[in-house]
């Protein structure tokens, strides 16, 4: 059984943790290199928030609202 968690342990360390250890190393280089991963993502963000703001106004214009919720009301 303890070799099974000591597996997962190397898998985690060794393997998954790897490309974060790059970026821990590049940040003593350079502060821009190793942010760069979250610039892009803040980009990407911006643009699909963008993308989802025009649709909605593009909904919105052709959406007609009828206040009543049934015919016998109104």
């Known amino acids: 059984m303890r070799a099974f968690f000591e597996g997962i ?6 393997v998954l943790y790897t490309p974060l250890d790059l ?7 350079t502060w821009f290199g190793a942010n760069l991963l979250n610039w892009v993502f803040m980009a990407v963000c911006a643009y ?13 214009d052709k959406d007609v609202q009828d206040t009543t919720a ?3 009301l109104g």
């Not at 342990?9 to 060794?14: G, I, K, N, P, S």
């Not at 970026?23 to 280089?29: D, G, N, Q, V, W």
């Open 9 to 14: 342990q190397w898998l985690f360390v060794d």
């Open 23 to 29: 970026l821990r190393a590049l940040e003593l280089k």
């Open 48 to 60: 699909y928030v963008w993308y989802w703001i025009k649709q909605i106004g593009i909904t919105k």
């Open 70 to 72: 049934h015919s016998f």
